[in-house]
Nanobody, 122 residues
Framework: QVQLVESGGGLVQAGGSLRLSCAAS??????MGWFRQAPGKEREFVAG????????NYAHSVKGRFTISRDNAKNTVYLQMNSLKPEDTAVYYC?????????????????WGQGTQVTVAS
């Protein structure tokens, strides 16, 4: 079984930064992703990273501002978020995929964390 626990969310002013962490336990081998869900909207892909960190992908809306990384020795995935905007406000979820490469669809990920709230004030 896989367990994912996110941390690092909070309230930040526009233009600020946050770093989210996702600690994994259990069978942790596989690609990882970050998704987010704002009130009244569907969950959307934010960033993905392959099993060894060699390949990453980002949603157009966060490219150049967010960076996904992983430390397999610590079983942890990170999302560094810079130049935050009010439209980045959402619950952020990390997810694990039973594959080596990242995916962009919610359906491609079988394990999810409980989410962490990110609120960006204007």
């Amino acid at each position: 079984q896989v367990q994912l626990v996110e941390s690092g969310g909070g309230l930040v002013q526009a233009g600020g930064s946050l770093r989210l962490s996702c600690a994994a336990s259990g069978r942790t081998f596989g690609a990882m992703g970050w998704f987010r869900q704002a009130p009244g909207k569907e969950r959307e892909f934010v960033a993905g990273i392959s099993w060894n960190g060699g390949s990453t992908n980002y949603a157009h809306s966060v490219k150049g501002r967010f960076t996904i990384s992983r430390d397999n020795a610590k079983n942890t995935v990170y999302l560094q978020m810079n130049s935050l905007k009010p439209e980045d406000t959402a619950v952020y979820y990390c997810a694990r995929r039973n594959a080596l490469g990242w995916g962009t669809s919610v359906d491609e990920y079988g394990y999810w964390g409980q989410g962490t709230q990110v609120t960006v004030a204007s």
